[in-house]
């Protein structure tokens, strides 16, 4: 594909991380060759991170901003590793939303540029990090996750 100059980027790894609280919290890092990263959060479950980190076989060396061919060439490419759905799209949705994220560091544009347009101003805030005491309820008010995120 041919692609306008400074636009020849490659993915260089794919990992994933499990962020624990009372469920597990699969979370995805693309790594690029232009020094860029994307994040991106897959839904909870068993399996996905090694599903994420396996898919560095075949997309290393993929360019980042071709979101949407790379997630069909995911879900394809692991269609052996439980069919088109449950795991394998989780672990996909994860990547797909970190190249997103990459992409758009990538063209210096918000996320939002590229999926179409900006739909709000202003977005409420739902803290839920499931911290266990930390996020517990202290003489009526929270602690202090609960206050910075009030606060932001």
Excluded at 19 to 42: P, Q, R, S, Y
Excluded at 109 to 114: E, F, I, M, R
């Amino acid at each position: 594909m041919d692609r306008p100059a400074g636009h020849d980027v490659e993915i260089t790894d794919i990992e994933a991380a499990v962020v624990k609280g009372t469920f597990e919290w699969n979370l995805v890092k693309v790594h690029t060759d232009a020094g860029v990263t994307g994040i991106g959060e897959a839904y909870r479950g068993g399996g996905v991170p090694e599903l994420v980190e396996y898919t560095n076989r075949f997309l290393v060396g993929e360019n980042p901003l071709d979101v949407e061919r790379l997630f069909r060439y995911i879900v394809q490419e692991m269609s052996g590793h439980g069919g088109t759905t449950g795991k394998v799209v989780t672990a996909a949705s994860g990547i797909e939303i970190a190249l997103w994220d990459a992409a758009g560091k990538l063209l210096d544009v918000p996320v939002y540029q590229l999926l179409g347009s900006r739909y709000r101003d202003r977005v409420r805030i739902y803290c839920d990090c499931h911290a266990g005491e930390a996020y517990s309820v202290d003489e009526g008010g929270f602690t202090e996750y609960g206050d910075a995120a009030r606060h932001q």
